[in-house]
């Protein structure tokens, strides 16, 4: 089945520590996301990537870096530099939007990220 | 930058009544799209508008587009259980890449 995977479900950081989400998709999506979502809040947008080797900040980038080597995969690093990484992350994909009219992103089922 | 407004940002109704959550953008839309979240899961796409006015259906909700392209509403004619969840709605300018979440309605409904 097509579909996108992220792991883990849970996750706990440590102080100091950089940790890394991984996102996964088979549905041959160009463009990919990722999303922070608090308790209660909507989604805000961390990073996407519309093509290969390219990607662009979001609305709250500081503290999180990706990377975007393959059409499949983008990971999310969490970095000491984010002071509060609590949150649930989601990761989605959709085809290219280009300029024109957007199109629906699929979404992952989540990491659950804590503090320890 | 863009924004998009939705509200209320709660509602709390008795099974069989009705539901609407509107969305209200500071800028001219390509197109709006409606998701659904369930409790712990992740969103699930609902619909997409792209067309001044439109109205679409899906059994007992109905999507609506603004004449300017600013605003959309989702409406639920009388609530079942099945319906609880956090509905959002994303837009995306003219001209842009990006799609801008809404905060969603978070809906509740009392068997």
Avoid at chain 2, 20 to 41: A, D, E, F, V
Wanted: hydrophobic share 30%; glycine share 10%.
């Amino acid at each position: 089945d097509g579909g996108i995977t992220q792991s883990p479900k849970y996750l706990f950081r440590k102080e100091g520590q950089n940790v890394t989400l991984s996102c996964e998709q088979n549905l041959n999506h160009d463009a990919m996301y990722w999303y922070r979502q608090d308790p209660g809040q909507g989604l805000r947008l961390i990073y996407y990537s519309q093509i290969v080797n390219d990607f662009q900040k979001g609305d709250i980038a500081e503290g999180y870096s990706v990377s975007r080597e393959k059409k499949e995969s983008f990971p999310l690093t969490v970095t000491s530099a984010q002071k509060n990484p609590t949150a649930f992350y989601l990761c989605a994909s959709s085809n290219s939007p280009g300029q024109g009219v957007g199109l629906p992103q699929h979404f992952g089922d989540g990491t659950r990220l804590s503090i320890l | 930058g863009q924004q998009v407004m939705q509200i209320p940002q709660y509602q709390h109704v008795q099974e069989g009544e009705d539901f609407t959550t509107y969305c209200n953008s500071s800028t001219t839309l390509s197109n709006i799209q409606w998701y659904k979240q369930r409790p712990g899961g992740h969103p699930v796409f609902l619909i997409q508008l792209v067309k001044s006015g439109e109205v679409k259906k899906q059994k007992r909700l109905t999507f609506q587009f603004g004449e300017a392209k600013k605003n959309s509403s989702l409406h639920i004619t009388a609530t079942q259980t099945t319906d609880v969840g956090t509905y959002f709605c994303a837009g995306k300018n003219t001209g842009g890449f990006k799609t801008i979440f809404g905060a969603g309605t978070r809906l509740f409904v009392k068997a």
